[in-house]
T-cell receptor, first 113, second 116 residues
Framework: GNSVTQMEGPVTLSEEAFLTINCTYT??????LFWYVQYPGEGLQLLLK?????DKGSNKGFEATYRKETTSFHLEKGSVQVSDSAVYFC????????????FGGGTRVLVKP | DGGITQSPKYLFRKEGQNVTLSCEQN?????MYWYRQDPGQGLRLIYY???????QKGDIAEGYSVSREKKESFPLTVTSAQKNPTAFYLC???????????????FGEGSRLTVL
């Protein structure tokens, strides 16, 4: 079956530091890949997505590239802010499975001023 | 504005009671989903529905029930058979597969259920 593995947190950073959250996946088909973000007490919001190999998703200074050869979709941001403190989820969507999302376990990021 | 509304935001239940969580969307989405989130963990799929009057079990359906009588609504009932119901419940929706949908889900703000 499909699965998503992402690095465990918490990740604690200082403001303006570089952030990387690793994500790898296992899928039988050609999934779409997503990063969702969850702020405290809220639901999930889509941060960025990529639908095919070598696509790069980007939003709010975050980037992730769909790497089919390494089955990875690592999230990066060059200079984090306190407002980036949240839980980040990597996920894949398998069209063959009715577009159900499979989520990784989430990575909590804490940015200190 | 279009979106997904979950209610109540917080709910307390005594053991042995059934409770129903509401989820309404005005995005005209065909598919709707219920996920459960436990502290420090990822999301697990409880039930999903791709069309009115039809739904399928997800990975952890035991102790839960749903209905999909209207396109806009997908209520989740947590029954007394659910052994550990305290959790954060998230409802989501999406357009149907096969209509150019890449799989993006739109989420509500969640309902936190606590069993006393």
């Amino acid at each position: 079956g499909n699965s998503v593995t992402q690095m465990e947190g918490p990740v604690t950073l200082s403001e303006e530091a570089f952030l990387t959250i690793n994500c790898t996946y296992t899928a039988t088909g050609y999934p779409s890949l997503f990063w969702y973000v969850q702020y405290p007490g809220e639901g999930l919001q889509l941060l960025l997505k990529a639908t095919k190999a070598d696509d790069k998703g980007s939003n709010k200074g975050f980037e992730a590239t769909y790497r089919k050869e390494t089955t990875s979709f690592h999230l990066e941001k060059g200079s984090v802010q306190v407002s980036d403190s949240a839980v980040y989820f990597c996920a894949l969507s398998d069209r063959a499975a009715g577009n159900k999302l499979t989520f990784g376990g989430g990575t909590r990021v804490l940015v200190k001023p | 504005d279009g979106g997904i509304t979950q209610s109540p935001k917080y709910l307390f239940r005594k053991e042995g009671q059934n409770v129903t969580l509401s989820c309404e969307q005005n995005l005209n989405h065909d598919a709707m989903y219920w996920y459960r989130q436990d502290p420090g963990q990822g999301l697990r799929l409880i039930y999903y529905s791709q069309i009115v009057n039809d739904f399928q079990k997800g990975d952890i359906a035991e102790g839960y029930s749903v209905s999909r009588e209207k396109k806009e609504s997908f209520p989740l009932t947590v029954t007394s058979a659910q052994k550990n119901p305290t959790a954060f419940y998230l409802c989501a929706s999406s357009i149907s597969p096969g209509t150019g949908n890449t799989g993006e889900l739109f989420f509500g703000e969640g309902s936190r259920l606590t069993v006393l």
